[in-house]
């Protein structure tokens, strides 16, 4: 589809990766990426090399290792902190990935979804014409990622083989969406059919309530958000401040429409309100995903943390400048939900100044790991990237971005979480340190 964003990944869609296998599938984006040629071909040379046999190197821990190598090579910068022995030999990789998980501490992701619904999509019967935008978009992703039926593979079994179990996924926090004026009147994933995501793994998994926007009346919202605070498991909001109602979308500062909900929300002490920011995508105008409306809604509410999910990117600028201008902001947040996966497979030198850009301005206490799977498949691939990835000295200079150090990534990755949802630190059955749910 031309508008779908794989188009950034040409030709990912027609090779088929095993929905198992994260590193078959980190290595497909590295391969397909705008760096894809430059990967292969050093990749090529590897493959001749590696214990795990040329066939099998690009489906193996050895091959992604080589996937970020080649990357390094590329560029001749040091985007990942990795070893030549890596690509070649597999004991070289677990171990590294042994002794990176526990200085990094547990993994929590602020951004996952589940992404069915019974009834499905049907263009004409039960989805507008737009509204399969989205639901194409969602399932070239899936099929991208070895899921043969796309959206409806990114189930709820598939939540836990994949993220809970398939990945170092400690707590994973997922969110509905809306949208029902494309959708047939109904929730494009309803919050009753996504509960069953919290009842299989209570103590794993935060719910968010969601599709919600006051364009569908500011009364109506607010007895379904207080619906899903008393009568579901949820414990934050995740909303989209573009929407599919005739007026396309609303702001977060809006005094009228938005602040109701604010003050429904500590009534009820929902404290966590997420947002999607930055990537406008498919049917939705790109004007509702700027950020400046958490600005006011920032100051007038301060025992609310905003999050702006996907770091806004790519107005993560914007966001930044939220912050650097105001160092006595305490409730801005983001995560790096796709924002993350796209640009460190595929443009490394944005990815590093985004991350840099996020930990100079917004802060190391305020930015959190985040995957967007099931969307991007399985996310080992993008933890194992994460855990080595740097920013190059010859881009931190002239820009002042702090280094990602260990310290630095354990709170992105589960410790900054932690603390705004007040997750208790706990063993996991190998006797490592995790959080769960209380
Ligand atoms: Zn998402």
Known sequence: ME??????????????????????QGTAYFTHGHMGGEVQHRMEEMAEKTEVGRRDFFRSACGFAGAMLAVNAATGMKFFNVSDAEAREVAATAEVKDFLKGNMGPVVDQHTHICTREEGYIKGVNTTEAGMWFVDLLDGLGKAMGLPNGTSDMNVENYGKLLLDGSDTDVGIF??????EDYGGKDMIPMEEQAQVKEMWPNRTIMLAGGLTPNQGVTETLERLEDYVTNYNTSGLKLYTFDSTPQKGWWFDDEKRAYPIWEKCLELGINNV?????IPFGQFMARYAHVEDF???????LDINFIAFH?????????????????????????????????????????????GTLLRDVG????????????WGNPQWQ???????????????GHGYPQLTDEIKAKIFGGNAARIWGLQSAKNELGQPTYRVA
Not at 312 to 319: K, T
Not at 330 to 349: D, H, K, M, W
Request: with cysteine; charged share 25%.
């Open 3 to 24: 508008f779908n964003y794989l188009k950034s990944f040409k030709g990912i869609d027609g090779t088929p990766v095993n929905p198992a296998n994260p590193y078959e």
């Open 175 to 180: 969110n509905p969406f809306g949208f029902r």
């Open 274 to 278: 997420g947002c999607h920011k930055g």
């Open 295 to 301: 600005d006011k809604a920032c100051d007038d509410f």
């Open 311 to 355: 770091s806004a990117w790519p107005y993560h600028e914007e966001l930044a400048a939220l912050k650097m201008f105001k160092p006595q902001r305490t409730n801005l947040f983001c995560e790096l939900g796709s924002t993350f996966a796209a640009t460190v497979s595929s443009r490394p030198i944005d990815c590093a100044h985004v991350l």
């Open 364 to 375: 190391s206490d305020y930015v959190m790991w985040g995957t967007d799977s099931l969307l």
């Open 383 to 397: 933890i194992d990237a994460f855990r080595r990835f740097q920013i190059p000295d010859e881009l931190v200079e």
